[in-house]
Nanobody
Framework: QVHLVESGGGLVQAGGSLRLSCAAS????????MGWFRQAPGKEREFVAG????????NYADSVKGRFTISKDNAKNTVYLQMNSLKPEDTAAYYC?????????????????WGQGTQVTVSS
């Protein structure tokens, strides 16, 4: 099992920036892909961005392309989500997740381990 801890959430004005971090520990060698998801009140948890540990290739939800950037530091077993030009609709709890299998992962069910989440609130 991979243990994940998110940090970096907070309150920011529209147009501002935040950087989220996700520190992984435990059986990190079993992790192939890391993803960021978010869940707003009353809504389903949705995919935001993903990155592969080995080759670093990334993928994004259309709603965040050009504004959010996912990156990693293999030496620190940490994944980041840089969020720029934030909008009120980005307000949600943000979760990082780890997937063991190869291939893309866009669904909640594609991931094996989850963090507890960090709250991001964007005021208008």
């Amino acid at each position: 099992q991979v243990h994940l801890v998110e940090s970096g959430g907070g309150l920011v004005q529209a147009g501002g920036s935040l950087r989220l971090s996700c520190a992984a520990s435990g059986r990190t060698g079993s992790s192939y892909l890391m993803g960021w998801f978010r869940q707003a009140p009353g809504k389903e948890r949705e995919f935001v961005a993903g990155i592969r540990w080995n080759i670093g290739s990334t993928n994004y939800a259309d709603s965040v392309k050009g504004r959010f950037t996912i990156s990693k530091d293999n030496a620190k077993n940490t994944v980041y989500l840089q969020m720029n030009s934030l909008k009120p609709e980005d307000t949600a709890a943000y979760y990082c997740a780890s997937r063991r299998s190869r291939g893309l992962g866009y669904a909640v069910s594609d991931y094996d381990d989850w963090g507890q989440g960090t709250q991001v609130t964007v005021s208008s």
